[in-house]
């Protein structure tokens, strides 16, 4: 007994050795994809705009900066986050109590309704918020009223986008604590509201705060909401470096915006990497069990027809004009004139647009599912600053400019040994790099949820790092894998800020697709546009329904 643990013991060091090298390994392809793809890119638009004449010209940061209009472009994407943040947060939160705390027919499947806005390109979003409030749009019709190019569009089309960050986050928490405790706090003499406000609020706070931060980056870089409602009065930091870049060709503005941008959303991901440690401790603190029950008086039924009313009015409503407007012709003629090209906007037919995204997503869900598998695993044990610096970087590509990025693989991979742009393959790298973030917080919760003793054990045998995550690993993950990757090809099929450089026009994806034939004018070209946007949304619709039926309580953060 003596010499088998002695044997254990000299063995425990290598096998942490092992560990250690195996991690590296595997941090070796995610940082070597990111710096080709993410980093030179970006760097390559920001040196060619401020480095000209053998040397570097950052008073041009100052300059841009004092500029009255990019002051106004600067307060103006500050404030309307701010206020998209507080007003989802406000209609959002009572929806996240009624999902975690009440049970009711047809629950889980508005669950998956509740999130089909979310995994929705954002040019899809704008569209259906213009078949409502836009010319010609619903409240046009019946009343005369257009919200199209004002803020109220947008502050609403972010409210529809981000409803279900708040109901998963906030919702997912809220389901697992124990009621017992504010039933407590009452029995002692507590009132409702000084038990929610003294017991409740407290633990809800770490993913309050977390849900907000995710919906103010997300509102902060948004462009596709903003370039179709806001018109040429409302711009973000986003659409102003897309119009700096792609009408004005001015890099130098384009490249100071980028770094403002850069500097503000790393500013979002460190205050948000803290919240979600806070989150981490206090989910180890509630009770696992189910606490959804059968609303109970009047005042419980009155706010379970509250937020059903609010999600068929801001969520369902929108999405149902959108599929109207695109059969609002006799004999299916949006669709039908779909498989024709005028030779204009495409110079294909716009129905081979569909072919494309669905080829770029697979093959971008393929690079994501494995560069964010291998760093998910690299970051299944917290270690040091290094693999919290890993982890940040993994996310940037959220927060950083997708208009950067697609503009810097224009200029920097023109050339060998990375010339590729006549390659079909640039679209599915650009999609890739906003897939890995979603690959690695579905996978991380769930790998870090696996016993590190078997990984032990399995490392003391002898099993190679391949062979333990084959054994180990894998089986207790292979769920939240495809879920994962059904996410991952979600949010390739609908990225856009990035494939609007480097789509070719005899190769579009969807949502160029939509964005082009929007910005012509003409009853068809408006009608093709909600066609298309429709055939996306269902698309998108049918990947998450698919999700929510292999997904787990423990599968991701989200």
């Known amino acids: 007994m003596d010499l088998a643990r002695t044997e254990v013991d000299r063995a425990a060091p290598r096998a942490a050795r092992r560990r250690g090298a195996a991690r590296l390994g595997l941090m070796a392809l995610p940082v070597a994809f990111f710096g080709v793809f993410f980093a030179y890119p970006v760097a390559a638009i920001v040196a060619r705009g401020l480095h000209a004449d053998g040397g570097w010209r950052f008073a041009r940061i100052w300059d841009v ?113 124990d009621p017992r405790q504010e039933e407590a706090a009452r029995m002692l003499g507590a009132s409702r509201l000084a038990a929610w406000r003294r017991v409740t609020l407290p633990a809800l706070a770490p993913a309050v705060a977390a849900a907000a931060l995710m919906v103010f980056l997300f509102t902060f870089t948004s462009f596709g909401v903003v370039q179709i409602l806001g018109g040429p009065t409302f711009s ?90 695109s059969l609002d012709a006799p004999d299916f003629r949006y669709y039908r004139s779909l498989t024709s090209a005028d030779g204009g906007t495409f110079l294909v037919a716009p129905i081979a647009a569909i072919g494309n995204s669905l080829q770029y997503a697979l093959a971008a869900t393929a ?78 919760p769930v790998l870090r949820a696996v016993d590190g003793r078997l990984r032990e054990a399995a490392a003391v045998l002898g099993a190679s790092p391949w062979r333990v995550w084959r054994e180990v690993d894998l089986p207790m993950v292979r769920r939240a894998l495809l879920v994962a990757a059904g996410f991952a090809f979600a949010v390739s099929l609908g990225e856009f800020g990035a494939t609007v450089f480097i789509a070719r026009p005899d190769n579009p994806t969807l949502p160029v697709a939509v964005a ?32 929510e039926r292999v997904r787990t309580d423990r599968t991701g953060e989200f």
């Open 65 to 177: 900066l004092a500029q009255p209009d990019i002051r106004h472009v600067l307060w103006f994407t500050t404030w309307q986050a701010l206020a998209s943040t507080a007003l989802t947060l406000l209609i959002a939160l009572p929806g996240a109590y009624v999902f975690a705390r009440f049970d009711f027919p047809g629950r889980q499947f508005l669950r998956a309704v509740v999130t089909v806005p979310f995994v929705l390109p954002t040019v899809v979003v704008g569209t259906a918020f213009l078949a409502l409030v836009g010319r010609g749009g619903l409240l046009d019709e019946l009343w005369g009223v257009r919200l199209d190019t004002t803020v109220w569009a947008i502050l609403l089309a972010h409210v529809f986008f981000n409803y279900a960050v708040v109901v998963r986050t906030v919702g997912g928490l809220w389901s697992q604590l």
């Open 236 to 325: 973000t930091l986003e659409v102003e470096i897309y119009r700096q870049t792609s009408e004005i060709f001015d890099l130098g503005t384009a490249a100071v915006l980028t770094i403002v941008q850069f500097a503000a959303v790393g500013a979002i991901l460190a205050v948000h990497a803290a919240t979600v440690r806070r989150r981490e401790s206090a989910l180890r603190l509630v009770s696992p069990q189910t606490t959804a029950r059968r609303p109970r008086g009047a005042g419980q039924w009155a706010l379970l027809a509250g937020v059903l009313a609010s999600v068929a009015v801001l969520l369902v409503l929108p999405l149902a004009v959108l599929v109207q407007r």
């Open 367 to 444: 690079i994501a599912v494995l560069i964010g598998g291998l760093a998910a695993a690299a970051l299944t044990r917290r270690a040091g600053r290094l693999v919290r610096g890993f982890d940040a970087l993994l996310m940037l590509p959220l927060g950083v400019s997708a208009v950067t990025v697609g503009f810097g693989f224009l200029i920097a991979l023109d050339e060998p040994p990375l010339d590729l742009r006549a390659s079909w393959m640039l679209v599915p790298l650009a999609q890739a790099l906003v897939g890995v973030p979603f690959v690695v917080r579905t996978m991380l």
């Open 516 to 547: 082009r034939l929007l910005g012509r004018a003409g009853d068809l070209n408006y009608g093709q546009a909600m066609a298309l946007s429709t055939i996306l949304m269902a698309v998108c619709a049918i990947a998450l329904l698919l999700l």
